[in-house]
């Protein structure tokens, strides 16, 4: 499918899986780890659906260690039968297979797209963050320590998931890791900024949820106007700048 002249060939990890989900679904997995090297390959991969659909691909799915294709079958049995020995030629996952072992292994990591910085800007404390305190007592900091820890570092996207537009941050400080509250809150703002044990995100609809709540953005996570509908994407990098109450009143004015 693809030459020489377009990439290297790597040999794949020897944990590398591909199962059927269903009838019109194929899950490409790399182990059961979270790692930056398999985040990576999972990047790969998307990047090349992207940008080289096969006929009858319809949607990818990443998450931390997989990537889920879902295909239409009968396309794949009209385009694509030639891939596979002719008694497999009707059963459309052997297809999917061999389409997708094809790619991943050529698949390197000379491939991978430079990783976008997305700045989210957040109010910290009072009304937009009730728990920044708790964190801090749970910690055994201050405040400005725990708002100091949480902007230095730099979080990388693994995956979008539980609301529309809400990501799974790699990348957080144990220094500042509390657990989530004993009693979840019925109604979370969007916008809100938390954390869970050794996780931070930002909520990017109202919700329900147990995080603990540190501060707010003014930004909106999900876009369902625009295309894709969400402003992180897997593989972005993304960095928290703090700002006062009145940025945050003045970001959240609206055009006039």
């Not at 931390?64 to 295909?71: A, L, N, P, S």
């Not at 509390?178 to 979370?188: A, D, M, N």
């Not at 003014?218 to 876009?223: G, R």
Request: hydrophobic share 40%.
């Amino acid at each position: 499918m693809i030459g020489a002249q377009d990439r290297l060939q790597e040999k794949q990890p020897q944990d590398v899986r591909i199962v059927p989900l269903g009838d019109t679904a194929i899950v490409v997995q790399w182990g059961d780890a979270i790692t930056s090297e398999t985040h990576q390959r999972v990047r790969q991969l998307t990047a090349f659906l992207e940008d080289r659909p096969f006929a009858g691909l319809i949607e990818y799915v990443p998450a931390f260690t997989t990537v889920t294709v879902y295909y239409d079958a009968l396309t794949l049995i009209d385009k694509h039968a030639g891939l596979v020995a002719p008694e497999n030629r009707d059963f459309p996952f052997a297809i999917a297979e061999a389409l997708l072992s094809d790619i991943v292994n050529q698949l390197v990591t000379t491939s991978d797209r430079p990783a976008r910085i997305v700045e989210i800007p957040v109010c910290y404390g009072g009304e937009f963050g009730p728990d920044l305190e708790a964190v801090a007592a749970f910690a055994g900091k201050s405040a400005e320590e725990v708002i100091a820890i949480h902007t230095s570092a730099y979080y990388l996207v693994y995956m979008l998931g539980f609301a529309p537009g809400f990501a799974y941050l790699g990348g957080m400080s144990g220094q500042i890791a509390t657990p989530r509250r004993e009693t979840p809150r019925l109604s979370i703002p969007a916008g809100s900024v938390g954390i869970a044990g050794g996780q931070t995100g930002v909520y990017p609809i109202e919700t329900p949820g147990g995080w603990q709540l540190i501060g707010k953005t003014p930004i909106p996570l999900f876009l369902p106007g625009q295309t894709p509908p969400t402003r992180l994407q897997a593989g972005d990098i993304v960095r928290f700048r703090r700002i006062s109450r009145t940025e945050y009143d003045r970001w959240k004015e609206p055009a006039r």
